[in-house]
């Protein structure tokens, strides 16, 4: 089992930054691929980023060069630095563990969400 804890997220004007964490607990964290996705209302839960267990990452075009998706395997965290936030970027921001791929449903531990909030 793993459970995952979601914090830092918030309301921020357009322009402005926020960081995600996700703190992590229960089988070893290091070994995990861990990933973040984000639900508008109304839309389907679609992929952010990927850090899988060696450190290599992959991000989504529509967040590339704004967002980066990093971990520390020491405190069991995994974080997502999210700059030049935009409208567009509200949704509820999910981390995710033990998945391949960009595919939400190839995730098997979810935490419960945290909503980003982006104003104009």
């Known amino acids: 089992q793993v459970q995952l804890v979601e914090s830092g997220g918030g309301l921020v004007q357009a322009g402005g930054s926020l960081r995600l964490s996700c703190a992590g607990s229960?089988?070893?964290?290091?070994?995990?691929?861990m990933a973040w996705f984000r639900q508008a209302p109304g839309k389907e839960r679609v992929f952010v980023a990927r850090?899988?267990?060696?450190?290599?990452?992959s991000h989504a075009d529509s967040v590339k060069g704004r967002f980066s998706i990093s971990r520390d395997n020491v405190k069991n965290t995994v974080y997502l630095q999210m700059n030049s936030l935009r409208p567009e970027d509200t949704a509820l921001y999910y981390c995710?563990?033990?998945?391949?791929?960009?595919?939400?449903?190839?995730?098997?531990?979810w935490g419960q969400g945290i909503q980003v909030t982006v104003s104009s």
């Open positions: 995710a563990a033990d998945g391949r791929g960009s595919n939400y449903r190839n995730y098997g531990y």
């Open positions: 229960g089988r070893t964290f290091s070994t995990l691929a």
């Open positions: 850090i899988g267990w060696t450190g290599s990452t």
